[in-house]
Structures are given as structure tokens and as C-alpha cells.
């Protein structure tokens, strides 16, 4: 089955500074691969999202590129602020389903 | 987007019982699932509940420990049975339209079972 390898595990930046996360995904099958932010006690949020036939899509400050050859794809922050600290979690759709990263703190020093 | 309310928000339960947790979503759905997120970690999918037949439980999980029903299109419930202080994590709802894309998370129960 798919499996997805996130790194990394912690970060931490200053505010206005760009923060990158990473993911890897096992099966090409794969074809759509999400992000999602979760602050803490509360549920996971839907932030960007990027399909196999697509190499990049940016929203204001968010990015995703993705490399279907090498089977991986990145989330890009820029302009950093403490808002957005919080868990991040990589995702990729395998027959149907989402199988999640391990996540990555992101921590925004003021 | 789907709105998807699900209850109870948390619970303390005794070890050894069950509960029953009830997702229910603003409008008719193709997909549901059902995922578990330990403390600290990250999401894993316990199963996707089929309207009109059984579930499909991912490895590790079993129809026994964690029976779900989805009756309409637009409701499902999990049962987390016969409880040990190792089930305590966050369980949480999603659906989607598609096939397992814009997935929507309800906003989960906190079980803590003593």
C-alpha cells in the first residue's frame, strides 16, 4: 500500500521568514496529494491541495510543488507569522482514501 | 465544503465498555471514513463505511473492535467496543464527494477510557 514519509518532524522559524515541509509518497498511483493544518484541539483544515497533472499551485502565502517523478512534493510558507504555527500533515489518495504524514510542528517566533 | 457535526465531543469511559460515536454530515455524501489520531501523532484510517454494506477496515483494525454502521448517505456511527486505556485517542470523521479528495474533517471525540 502507500505510505508517506514527512520531514520535518519539528521547525522552527522566525516571523517573516519562509518555511518549507516535505513529503514523499510510495505509489505512483497516487494522483492528489492535500495539506492540511491543525491547530491544537481542533480538527484538521484543509489548506492546499495539488492533483497528479499539476506541478505547482500557489495561494497567497501557501505553495505546493509537486515532483511526480521523484514521488514527492513540498509546502511552502512565506512571510511567515505566528498564526500559522501549528501541526501541518502531508496526505496522498490511494484508491480512494487519504493516507496521512507523520506531520510537522511549525513553530513562528514573533 | 461539508459541514459534519459529530458527537459526543469527548468522553470518559470505564475499561471494558463501548461507545458509540455519530457523524452526520450537512448534505449527501459519496465517502466516509473513520480515522483514529493518537496523541502526537498523526491520522491513520481505521475504515471507509460503505452505504448500504459492510466496511472496509484497514490492516490492524477489525469489524469487532470497531463496528461502524452508515445507513444513508449521509450518517454513520463507530463503535469503539470493549475498551482498554489504549483506545484513548481522538476519533474523527471525514467525508468527501469524490474519491477520497476534499476530505472534511468533523471536529472529533477526545476518548479517554480509565
Known amino acids: 500500500g502507500e505510505n508517506v514519509e514527512q520531514h520535518p518532524s519539528t521547525l522552527s522559524v522566525q516571523e517573516g521568514d519562509s518555511a518549507v515541509i516535505k513529503c514523499t509518497y510510495s505509489?505512483?498511483?497516487?494522483?492528489?496529494f492535500p495539506w492540511y493544518k491543525q491547530e491544537l484541539g481542533k480538527r484538521p483544515q484543509l489548506i492546499i491541495d495539488?492533483?497528479?497533472?499539476?506541478g505547482e499551485k500557489k495561494d497567497q502565502r501557501i505553495a505546493v510543488t509537486l515532483n511526480k517523478t521523484a514521488k514527492h512534493f513540498s509546502l511552502h510558507i512565506t512571510e511567515t507569522q505566528p498564526e500559522d504555527s501549528a501541526v501541518y500533515f502531508c496526505a496522498a489518495s490511494y484508491e480512494g482514501k487519504l493516507i496521512f504524514g507523520q506531520g510537522t510542528t511549525l513553530q513562528v517566533k514573533p | 465544503s461539508a459541514v459534519i457535526s459529530q458527537k459526543p465531543s469527548r468522553d470518559i469511559c470505564q475499561r471494558g465498555t463501548s461507545l458509540t460515536i455519530q457523524c452526520q454530515v450537512d448534505?449527501?455524501?459519496?465517502?466516509m471514513f473513520w480515522y483514529r489520531q493518537q496523541p502526537g501523532q498523526s491520522l491513520t484510517l481505521i475504515a471507509t463505511a460503505n452505504q448500504g454494506s459492510e466496511a472496509t477496515y484497514e490492516s490492524g483494525f477489525v469489524i469487532d473492535k470497531f463496528p461502524i454502521s452508515r445507513p444513508n448517505l449521509t450518517f454513520s456511527t463507530l463503535t469503539v467496543s470493549n475498551m482498554s486505556p489504549e483506545d484513548s485517542s481522538i476519533y474523527l470523521c471525514s467525508a468527501d464527494r469524490g474519491r477520497g479528495e476534499k476530505l472534511f474533517f468533523g471536529s472529533g471525540t477526545q476518548l479517554s477510557v480509565l
Open positions: 505509489d505512483s498511483a497516487s494522483n492528489y
Open positions: 448534505s449527501q455524501v459519496t465517502m
Open positions: 495539488i492533483r497528479s497533472n499539476v
